[in-house]
C-alpha cells in the first residue's frame, strides 16, 4: 500500500472532515491511506485503512446540523453528548467565532445556529431533549453510520415545526423509542428515507404529537421492532395511518399503540402479526372516533393483558374478531 508523508500536526488537530478532505484531495491518485500511522491515539480508535475520503466520512466525518430558531427563546439548544463539549463547534447566525456553550441567554436574538458535532460519537440520545427554542431542525451533512441510539432524540421539543431528512443516516440505529415524544408542534413529518432494518425499539416514538396531520411510513421496516407501546398514543390530529408495511412478527407490546388517536375514523392492521403479543392493554383506548375496526387475523393466544382494549370508543359499532373470540374477553 502506498503512504503519503502528512505532516504530524495535520492529524493531531483533526476537528472536522473537511480536514481529511483536503488530505485525500490532495493525494488524488494515491487510493489508500494509512491514517492510523501518524497517530497513536487514532491507531488504537481506528486501526482502519479507508480507500477513498467516502469510506472515512462514514465513520467520522462532521455531522452539520442548522437549526432555527423562535424569536426572542431562550434555553438551551442541543444538550452535549457525554459531555464531550470539545466534539461540538457552535456557531450563532453567520458568525465565524466558535460559541463554547448551548443554550440562549436571556433576551439574546439569535435565529440561526449551525453546530458542527466531530468524533464517532455513537449515540444521539437527547440530543435536543426538551430543547423549547427550536423551530426548524435541517441535518445539511449526515455521512456517518456509525450511530446506533436515537432515543429520545427530538423529544419535548414542543415548538419544533419542522424537521428536515434529507441528509441523515440512520443505517445501524436501534433504538428510536420516544424519539419524536411531545413535539406537540409538528405538523407533518416524512420518515419515507429512514432505513429502520436494525431498530428494535420504536416504543412512543410518536407520544403526544398532538397536531400531526401527515406521517409518512412507507419505508419503514419494522422486522427487528419488539416493542411499540404508545408508538401513536396522543397523536390526536391523525385522520389516517398507513401501516401496511409494517412487520409485527416480533412484537412483543402492543399496549396503548393508538390510545387517544381520537381523530382515527378507520385503521386496517390486517397484516399485524400478534402471535408474539403479551400486552395490548388500552391499545385502541380512546379512539373516540373510529367505527369500524377487522382484527380477525389477530392471535389472542399469547397475549395476557387486554384491560381497556377498546374503552372509550363510543363510536366502534362493528368489531371483527378471530373465530372463537369472544367479545366479554376483551
Do not use: W
Not at 34 to 58: M, P, R, V
Not at 110 to 139: A, Y
Not at 211 to 237: A, D, I, Q, R, Y
Not at 299 to 325: A, C
Amino acid at each position: 500500500m502506498n503512504s503519503v508523508n502528512i505532516p504530524k500536526n495535520y492529524i493531531e488537530n483533526i476537528k472536522s472532515g473537511f480536514i481529511f478532505k483536503k488530505i485525500f484531495d490532495n493525494i488524488k491518485k494515491v487510493k489508500k491511506l494509512n491514517i492510523s500511522k501518524y497517530n497513536k491515539s487514532l491507531q488504537k480508535k481506528l486501526n482502519l485503512e479507508f480507500d477513498d475520503f467516502k469510506d472515512y466520512a462514514k465513520f467520522y466525518s462532521t455531522i452539520d446540523i442548522e437549526l432555527k430558531l423562535v424569536d426572542n427563546g431562550t434555553g438551551r439548544f442541543i444538550n452535549f453528548i457525554h459531555r464531550k463539549s470539545n466534539y461540538y463547534h457552535i456557531y450563532f447566525d453567520n458568525s465565524k467565532e466558535e460559541i463554547k456553550r448551548n443554550y440562549l441567554k436571556e433576551n439574546e436574538k439569535i435565529k440561526k445556529i449551525k453546530i458542527q458535532i466531530d468524533f464517532q460519537v455513537e449515540s444521539f440520545i437527547g440530543l435536543f431533549d426538551d430543547c423549547k427554542c427550536i423551530s426548524s431542525i435541517t441535518f445539511k451533512k449526515f455521512h456517518r453510520i456509525n450511530i446506533t441510539d436515537m432515543s429520545s432524540m427530538f423529544k419535548g421539543c414542543s415548538l419544533l415545526k419542522e424537521i428536515i431528512f434529507s441528509n441523515f443516516n440512520t443505517e445501524n440505529v436501534k433504538f428510536m423509542d420516544d424519539m419524536f415524544n411531545g413535539c406537540t408542534s409538528l405538523k407533518e413529518l416524512n420518515l419515507s428515507n429512514f432505513n429502520t432494518n436494525n431498530v428494535e425499539n420504536m416504543s412512543y416514538m410518536f407520544n403526544d404529537c398532538s397536531s400531526l396531520e401527515k406521517l409518512n411510513l412507507s419505508n419503514l421496516n419494522t422486522n427487528k421492532v419488539n416493542n411499540m407501546k404508545g408508538m401513536f398514543s396522543g397523536c390526536s390530529s391523525l385522520k389516517e395511518l398507513n401501516l401496511s408495511n409494517f412487520n409485527t412478527n416480533n412484537v412483543e407490546n402492543l399496549s396503548y399503540m393508538f390510545y387517544k388517536c381520537s381523530s382515527l375514523k378507520e385503521l386496517n392492521i390486517l397484516n399485524f402479526n400478534t402471535n408474539n403479543v403479551s400486552d395490548m392493554s388500552y391499545m385502541f383506548s380512546s379512539c373516540s372516533s373510529l367505527k369500524e375496526l377487522n382484527l380477525s387475523n389477530f392471535n389472542f393466544t399469547n397475549v395476557k393483558d387486554r384491560t381497556g382494549m377498546f374503552s372509550l370508543t363510543p363510536l366502534l359499532t362493528k368489531l371483527i374478531l378471530p373465530q372463537n373470540e369472544l367479545m366479554n374477553n376483551l
